[in-house]
């Protein structure tokens, strides 16, 4: 996204201050149509986020906006697509995530001959018909329809859309007739289509399209990865894999990034498997039943390694130690790696950034090897390990024991750290005030008071803190000074603070988003939109924007920050207001994606990623 | 005495301004110091055809409260509703 200059930055706020302000300008026509694409797309984004958009204002970006994100919006429904039809320059449209777009509602978008990206991931009532109105979008270079109601005819249909560079079909039952059909797409760089009905015999088909970079196989029943000349990214989590053709090898030349999460391989896959991929840079074989590691040895352009939840141990950190040299990204987490592991791998890893060790028998000295031998580390993960905070000094002061965690200084662009684990005390965490660098600090232990709360605000980069199932009290919330940085406090299972305690320190900070089981949904930041597309997190993200989506646009009468009217009232007064007359003024049902719903939501996600 | 700069507006309407301040644009500066001839950077006159002397007046204004931002006069910059389009299409081509 391009960063506006400093006035334009201050015109955009002005401009989207209120709705008052919105009705100050909307007027200025001539101004509008010459608004460049990129200044009419940065003020629709503004106008989204302050929640003053409504669909007749759309009428007024017509002629300038090229890219429209309305990811997640519950509002979005016929009437705003009715205006989005005369949108002549659109480019690129973002409607994933919106509840209430279906067939009829994308009617509309037949007439944009500029469209040429199209996101309806997850639009659950878009089926076959409205695959049919895409059809005249001839321009269409990406789309993505995963998991929306289409079906195999409907997939089928996509094979007049020539111009299809990437197609995410993930979730759809894609068939082996459909990729047979879909070879109609020869432009076709990245193809997506987990969970697919794809067999071995139709992956056979993947191999003709002769442009294909990306290919995502996870959660079918292929068991065979298909040797596709130029192809950079491969996908196969949970996949079977059992044989290879072992002729073509060489052809997987090119390829970069290799996702294997939870797949299985046979006895005789795991030894050949990963022969000639010395290309790959990104290695993801987590949740594998992987027992030997030796072939790490011959991926010499590794960055990105993982290994969480696997057999991997000590005896194997030698062969991550020999492609050491190029590696940014570790994580072990969920290994049999210990402090003896560590200090192989320190020293071999010299620009390593992010490493978990999360869930690992790591101890106290494991922090000395990493803060002295790691220089490049900026995220660490060490929580549920064998860290006590303290290193036993062996020598004849006996029962002297020094803090460990101080070690950490060294590690000048450390700003991610996470210390999840039970045992840690405010003690042990005392040094974590000198580490000036942190923007990202988690922490999740019952031994845990006040006092460390009180020690932290002096970290002036701080953005989001977590002290979980703490023992705060509500007098130290109350005095808790926080880093003007401050934007998320997450204090759940911090069970002695009262519901008073919270609301002040929401009250007191409104720009800190505090999570708490008392601490309502805050509707105003939404630091989650920059997440990448179908990012585990994301779903769960999504869930919680479009709860806070959930505004009625009809009844600009109750007031705003009260979403769900369970939470501004408490039983008693509801039952009371069951028989007034002003309980007519509330939002139609429409308006609110019910609870379920967004359980469901996340479920299925969860099964999914 | 220190160096001016005279910004014209699309009406000719004429600001005369410290060069500092008219530098806070980088539009402005590569004019004003590239070394190419430009003939803005041998008389210090620069024509906006496409500003309005409204805005041009404001975008000054700007100039100098963003000096007194920035040497730590933390004051607010008050823009009227209106003028936001037209401001910042002239402050996206001046880089402001």
Same mark, same amino acid.
């Given at each position: ?72 919006? $519950? ?8 205006? +989005?039809?005369? #949108?002549? @320059? !659109? &480019?690129? =449209? %973002? /409607? *994933? ?98 969970? $697919? ?8 088909? +993947?191999?003709? #399209?002769? @442009? !294909? &970079?990306? =290919? %995502? /196989? *996870? ?391 | ?96």
């Amino acid at each position: 996204m391009e960063k506006e200059s400093p006035l334009v930055r201050l015109c955009l706020e002005e401009a989207c201050k209120s709705g008052e302000s919105v009705e100050r300008w909307r007027l200025q026509r001539r101004s509008l149509e010459r608004l460049p694409p990129h200044l009419a797309d940065a003020l629709l984004r503004h106008l989204l986020a302050r929640r003053l958009l409504f669909p007749s204002l759309l009428e007024v970006f017509k002629h300038s906006v090229e890219k429209i994100d309305f990811r997640g919006e $519950s509002s979005i429904n016929a009437e705003w697509m009715a205006y +989005i039809g005369g #949108f002549l @320059n !659109l &480019s690129s =449209l %973002n /409607l *994933s995530d919106c509840p209430r777009i279906n067939n009829s509602t994308l009617w509309p978008i037949t007439g944009l001959t500029s469209l040429k990206e199209l996101d309806l991931s997850r639009c659950s009532k878009v089926t076959d018909a409205g695959i049919k109105h895409l059809q005249s979008v001839a321009n269409l270079e990406k789309l993505w329809i995963s998991q929306t109601g289409v079906t195999e005819a409907g997939i089928s249909l996509l094979a007049s859309l020539r111009n299809l560079c990437l197609l995410d079909l993930g979730g759809l039952p894609v068939t082996d007739h459909n990729l047979s059909s879909l070879q109609a797409l020869t432009k076709l760089e990245y193809l997506d289509i987990w969970g $697919s009905n794809v067999t071995n015999q139709g992956a056979v088909g +993947i191999l003709k #399209f002769p @442009n !294909l &970079s990306f =290919l %995502n /196989l *996870s959660w079918t029943s292929v068991t065979q990865a298909p040797n596709v000349p130029h192809l950079e990214c491969l996908h196969m989590n949970k996949c079977t894999l059992l044989s290879i053709e072992i002729t073509h090898t060489s052809a997987s030349a090119s390829l970069k990034k290799l996702v294997l999460s939870g797949a299985t391989f046979s006895a005789e896959t795991e030894t050949f498997f990963f022969t000639n991929k010395s290309s790959v840079t990104y290695l993801d074989v987590s949740k594998t039943s992987l027992q030997n590691f030796a072939f790490l040895e011959t991926m010499t352009k590794l960055e990105h390694l993982d290994l969480s939840s696997t057999a991997f141990g000590d005896d194997s950190v030698e062969f991550v130690a020999c492609v050491g040299d190029t590696l940014r990204n570790l994580n072990v987490s969920d290994t049999k790696i210990t402090t003896a592991g560590v200090e192989i791998l320190s020293g071999h890893v010299p620009k390593l950034e992010t490493l978990s060790l999360s869930q690992t028998f790591v101890d106290d000295l494991s922090i000395l090897y990493i803060s002295t031998m790691m220089p490049c580390i900026n995220a660490l993960d060490l929580s549920m390990t064998s860290i006590r905070g303290f290193i036993q000094q062996q020598e004849e002061e006996s029962k002297k024991s020094k803090p460990s965690l101080a070690a950490l200084q060294s590690l000048t662009s450390l700003g991610t750290l996470s210390l999840e684990h039970p045992y840690l005390s405010d003690n042990a965490l005392s040094p974590l005030s000198s580490l000036t660098g942190l923007t990202h600090l988690s922490l999740r232990s019952t031994s845990l008071t006040d006092f460390t709360l009180h020690n932290l605000s002096s970290l002036p980069n701080l953005v989001s803190l977590g002290v979980r199932d703490a023992v705060l009290t509500s007098i130290g919330l109350e005095k808790f000074k926080p880093p003007l940085t401050l934007r998320t406090l997450d204090l759940r299972g911090c069970w002695l603070l009262t519901k008073d305690a919270i609301a002040g320190f929401c009250k007191r900070h409104p720009h800190i988003k505090v999570r708490h089981e008392f601490a309502q949904e805050s509707s105003s930041l939404d630091q989650n939109r920059l997440l990448p597309r179908s990012s585990p997190q994301q779903s769960f993200a999504k869930t919680s924007r479009r709860k806070s989506n959930q505004r009625p646009e009809t009844s600009a009468a109750v007031s705003r920050s009260f979403i769900d009217q369970r939470v501004k009232y408490n039983r008693d007064e509801l039952v009371a207001l069951q028989d007034s007359p002003s309980s007519r003024l509330l939002p139609r049902e429409g308006n609110f994606v019910s609870v379920p719903e967004i359980l469901a939501d996340s479920v299925i996600h969860m099964v999914i990623q | 005495m220190r160096e001016t700069v005279k910004l014209i507006s699309m009406e000719g309407f004429e600001f005369v301004i410290d060069r500092e301040a008219a530098m806070v644009s980088q539009t402005i500066r590569s004019m004003l110091t590239s070394p190419g001839g430009f003939s803005e950077s041998k008389d210090g006159v620069v024509t906006f055809p496409d500003i309005s002397t409204t805005i041009l007046e404001k975008i000054c204004q700007y100039f100098y409260w963003s000096l007194q931002y920035s040497r730590g006069k933390e004051t607010e910059f008050y823009i009227e509703p209106e003028l936001t389009l037209e401001l910042m299409m002239a402050a996206n081509y001046l880089h402001t």
